[in-house]
C-alpha cells in the first residue's frame, strides 16, 4: 500500500513536471511571438519616423533650388543665408535620422533601441528650440526684403508672410509631434 502511494505520487510529480515543461516551452514561444510583434509595430513608427525626416530633407532642398530662381530680386545676402540655412537644416536631418535605421534596429536589442529613440526625441526638441526663433527672424527679413523690393503695403506683406508662416508653423507642428509620439510610443513598449 505503502509503495503504491509511492509509486502514484511519483506518477504525479512526473506529469507536473512535464506540465512545467510543457507550460515553460509555450510561455518561450509566446515571448518570441509578442517580440515579434513589438518589432513590427516598431518597425512601422520608424518608419513614419523616417518618413517625416526624409519630407523634410526633400523640403530643404526644394528650397535650396527653387528659391534662388522665385526670389532673385531679393539681396544676395538674404538669399545666401536661406540657402545656408536650408542646407544646414538638411544636412543636419539627416545626420539625426542616419541613426534611426529601420533593419539596424530591428536587429539591436531593445534597450539599444529605447535609447536610441529617447536620443532622436532629444535631439528634435532641441532642433526645434534652436530652429523656432531662427525661423521667425528669417520671416521678418524676409518681409522687409518684400517690403523693400515692391510697392505692396507693409500691412499686406506683414500679414501675408504672417498668414503663410502660421500655415508652416502648423504643417511643422504636426510633423513633429508625429515623430515625437511615435518616439514615446516605441520607448513606452520597449518599457513595459
Known amino acids: 500500500m505503502e ?44 518608419s513614419t519616423i523616417n518618413r517625416q525626416g526624409w519630407i523634410s530633407i526633400a523640403v530643404a532642398i526644394f528650397m535650396v533650388l527653387w528659391f534662388p530662381l522665385c ?12 540657402i545656408v540655412f536650408m542646407l544646414v537644416d538638411a544636412i543636419l536631418t ?15 536589442d ?11 526625441k532629444k535631439h528634435y526638441q532641441w532642433s526645434t528650440i534652436i530652429e523656432l526663433p531662427l525661423v521667425i527672424a528669417w520671416c521678418v527679413w ?18 501675408a508672410i504672417a498668414f503663410g508662416a502660421i500655415i508652416g508653423f502648423f504643417i511643422g507642428w504636426k510633423m513633429y509631434r508625429k515623430v515625437i509620439d511615435n518616439c514615446d510610443a516605441i520607448i513606452k513598449q520597449i518599457e513595459e
Not at 532673385?72 to 536661406?82: E, G, K, M, R
Request: hydrophobic share 35%; with cysteine.
Open 3 to 46: 509503495n503504491e502511494n509511492t509509486i502514484n505520487e511519483q506518477q504525479e510529480l512526473e506529469t507536473l513536471r512535464s506540465q512545467m515543461d510543457l507550460l515553460r516551452k509555450k510561455l518561450e514561444q509566446e515571448n518570441i511571438v509578442n517580440e515579434k510583434l513589438m518589432r513590427e509595430t516598431m518597425k512601422s513608427r520608424v
Open 71 to 82: 526670389f532673385n530680386t531679393l539681396s544676395t545676402a538674404f538669399i545666401i543665408t536661406t
Open 94 to 108: 539627416y545626420i539625426i535620422h542616419k541613426q534611426v535605421n529601420e533593419r539596424q534596429l530591428m536587429s539591436e
Open 142 to 159: 524676409f518681409c522687409m526684403e518684400i517690403i523693400h523690393q515692391t510697392n505692396i503695403p507693409w500691412q499686406i506683406m506683414t500679414g
Open 110 to 120: 531593445m534597450r539599444t533601441v529605447a535609447n536610441k529613440m529617447k536620443t532622436l
